[in-house]
Nanobody
Framework: QVQLVESGGGLVQAGGSLRLSCTAS?????MGWFRQVPGKGREGVAG????????VYADSVKGRFAVSQDNAKNTVYLQMDRLKPEDTAMYYC?????????????????????WGQGTQVTVSS
């Protein structure tokens, strides 16, 4: 059973930056981030596959967010710059062990067996 521990959320003004971290208890082939606001489903934000060799971004965050992975620490990071109020959400780390998705990080939330507890990101206008 893979354990995921997230950190780094908080309150920031629009235009500011935050960095989220997610550490896994073991190496996972896929690691990434989803977000959710009350009343809506989880939205894929960004993720890595092949231990960080490949990266996928949602269109809404391209050019503002950067995902990276440190395999020595089993940690994935989400650097969020130029934050907007619409980025406000609970952010969840997701991971999967085997290569079930091939060379991609799907931005739909089904198929991932391991999830973190979530960290809140609030962007004020």
């Amino acid at each position: 059973q893979v354990q995921l521990v997230e950190s780094g959320g908080g309150l920031v003004q629009a235009g500011g930056s935050l960095r989220l971290s997610c550490t896994a208890s073991e190496f996972t082939y896929y690691m990434g981030w989803f977000r959710q606001v009350p009343g809506k489903g989880r939205e894929g934000v960004a993720g890595t596959y092949a231990g960080g060799a490949g990266k996928v971004y949602a269109d809404s965050v391209k050019g503002r967010f950067a995902v990276s992975q440190d395999n020595a620490k089993n940690t994935v990071y989400l650097q969020m710059d130029r934050l907007k109020p619409e980025d406000t959400a609970m952010y969840y780390c997701a991971a999967e062990l085997n290569q079930k998705f091939g060379s991609w990080f799907p931005l739909h939330d089904y198929g991932y067996n391991y999830w973190g507890q979530g960290t809140q990101v609030t962007v004020s206008s």
